[in-house]
T-cell receptor
Framework: KQEVTQIPAALSVPEGENLVLNCSFT??????LQWFRQDPGKGLTSLLL?????REQTSGRLNASLDKSSGRSTLYIAASQPGDSATYLC????????FGTGTRLQVFP | KAGVTQTPRYLIKTRGQQVTLSCSPI?????VSWYQQTPGQGLQFLFE???????NKGNFPGRFSGRQFSNSRSEMNVSTLELGDSALYLC??????????????FGQGTRLTVV
């Protein structure tokens, strides 16, 4: 059974810091991995999609890597800003999206 | 290009009632999936519809059902509501869904409160 774990569960940092969020999964048989952002009470916003054959994807200040063999992905956020405060979720896709429990990020000025 | 639209945004229902939630996917997307999000269980998969057929189903009781129309719009129904059904219900739209690497896009969700 596929299980997805995210570490840390919560993170509070000053503005400007570079951050690494971690995601691990137990079964490497996946089509892709997606990182999402969720603001309180809102839906999910797709940040990055990494296909199973890819190693990383970049969008602006965000960079995500995927190592299927070790069952790990990291989301790197450069030069964090208060507007980055949200919960970040990773999800792997075998036949459906299976989500981790998220990392709650707070960036303070 | 319009995103995924879920209606209504908020609902308050009484135990024992039934409720219907609606989801309009991104134009051209044929797969619609539903998820339940609660503080205790996180995001859990309910079911996926593709070309009007249920293609995948999660571990939820039969009180949870859905359907998809020819225009890909989907509805989810919950009958005999229980307090534990209070949650944020999210709909995801993708080009192909199960068995592919299509990216999923989510709506803003419907917040259901059962009293």
């Amino acid at each position: 059974k596929q299980e997805v774990t995210q570490i840390p569960a919560a993170l509070s940092v000053p503005e400007g810091e570079n951050l690494v969020l971690n995601c691990s999964f137990t079964d490497s048989a996946i089509y892709n991995l997606q990182w999402f952002r969720q603001d309180p009470g809102k839906g999910l916003t797709s940040l990055l999609l990494i296909q199973s054959s890819q190693r990383e994807q970049t969008s602006g200040r965000l960079n995500a890597s995927l190592d299927k063999s070790s069952g790990r992905s990291t989301l790197y956020i450069a030069a964090s800003q208060p507007g980055d405060s949200a919960t970040y979720l990773c999800a792997v896709k075998p036949d459906k999206l299976i989500f981790g429990t998220g990392t709650r990020l707070q960036v303070f000025p | 290009k319009a995103g995924v639209t879920q209606t209504p945004r908020y609902l308050i229902k009484t135990r024992g009632q039934q409720v219907t939630l609606s989801c309009s996917p991104i134009s051209g997307h044929r797969s619609v999936s539903w998820y339940q999000q609660t503080p205790g269980q996180g995001l859990q998969f309910l079911f996926e519809y593709f070309s009007e057929t249920q293609r995948n189903k999660g571990n939820f009781p039969g009180r949870f059902s859905g359907r998809q129309f020819s225009n890909s719009r989907s509805e989810m129904n919950v009958s005999t509501l229980e307090l534990g059904d209070s949650a944020l219900y999210l709909c995801a739209s993708s080009l192909e869904g199960r068995g592919t690497s299509s990216e999923a896009f989510f709506g803003q969700g419907t917040r259901l409160t059962v009293v």
